[in-house]
């Protein structure tokens, strides 16, 4: 009688461990399947959010590119007072709108661009480049740019080095002082570690580094309320050189205007 009795809480055993595991695996595979789920949903929104981000910067450049064409070519002389005003606020608000499309391209570019092309880029022919872009500014205030490139090729990816560039050009336009002249140098050099070192200085306002350290090349920060500006340019140029494996930093005084030191490593593109 005491055999049957323990063959039975053997047999009871047995299948109370058998459903607790059978419980488990059900659990196990829930939480699998809302796993796989959850990253299908993530997956796809993120397709669709980069194909709704890429379609919309593509089709409003073609429009707007020839909107600020017109207004750059449109004659003053005919326009009173009133209406000079009004076409200003139209380019004012089209400059916007495109560094707001180009500022978009490039955080697109950074996240679908798995596979990028590193190359020996000649910094020289890239700042030139940059400059034409910025011609009419800098003709008119009489801006002062020296360069001094010990090292004009530069391992890293052409379109980013450019769009690095742009940036930082962009960043001392803006923010120039209003009581001096704007200078801006530019300058390649070797560090110890072999390193290509640029350093992008200009004597603009500057930024307050004791208030706005941690927060220089976040995304959507701004330092200086007076001065139109979309607040992700840094994000963008940090982003990118990060995403190269190489390093930015900035030293900087209020009034004293700014240095920006991009640091090409070396051994990123070995």
């Known amino acids: 009688m005491s055999n049957q009795i323990n063959k039975n809480r053997i047999k009871n055993s047995d299948i109370s461990a058998l459903a607790a595991n ?13 796993r796989d789920q959850l990253i299908e949903d993530l997956t796809s929104r993120n397709q ?3 194909q709704f981000a890429y379609i919309t910067s593509h089709n409003l450049r073609a429009p707007l590119s020839n909107l600020i064409g017109l207004i750059d070519i449109l004659n003053y002389d005919l326009l009173d007072e009133y209406n000079r005003t009004i076409v200003d606020m139209f380019r004012d608000s089209a400059h916007k709108l495109n560094e707001t499309i180009y500022d978009l391209t490039q955080m697109l570019s950074i996240k679908s661009n798995k596979k990028k092309i590193i190359e020996n880029v000649d910094i020289t022919c890239i700042f030139k480049k940059v400059c034409n872009y910025f ?18 090729l530069v391992p890293f990816n052409k379109s980013y080095l450019e769009s690095v560039l742009m940036n930082l050009m962009s960043n001392s336009l803006k923010y120039c002082a209003i009581d001096r002249p704007l200078k801006i140098e530019l300058a390649t050099k070797l560090n110890t570690d072999g390193n290509i070192v640029l350093t992008f200085a200009d004597n603009g306002m500057g930024i307050d580094l004791i208030r706005h350290k941690d927060r220089i090349f976040g ?8 001065v139109n500006g979309s607040g992700v340019g840094l994000f963008i140029t940090k982003t990118q050189v990060v995403s190269m494996g190489g390093e930015i930093a900035v030293e ?11 640091i090409f490593k070396k051994q990123a593109f070995m």
Do not use: C, M, P
Not at 219 to 226: M, S
């Open 219 to 226: 995304l959507n920060e701004r330092f200086h309320n007076h």
């Open 48 to 50: 669709d959010l980069n």
């Open 135 to 152: 011609n009419k500014q800098i003709h008119s205030t009489g801006i002062n740019i020296h360069t001094d490139f010990q090292y004009e």
């Open 22 to 34: 059978f419980r488990e695996y059900i659990a196990r595979n829930k939480v699998a399947e809302e």
């Open 252 to 262: 900087s005084e209020v009034d004293r205007g700014a240095v920006f030191t991009v």
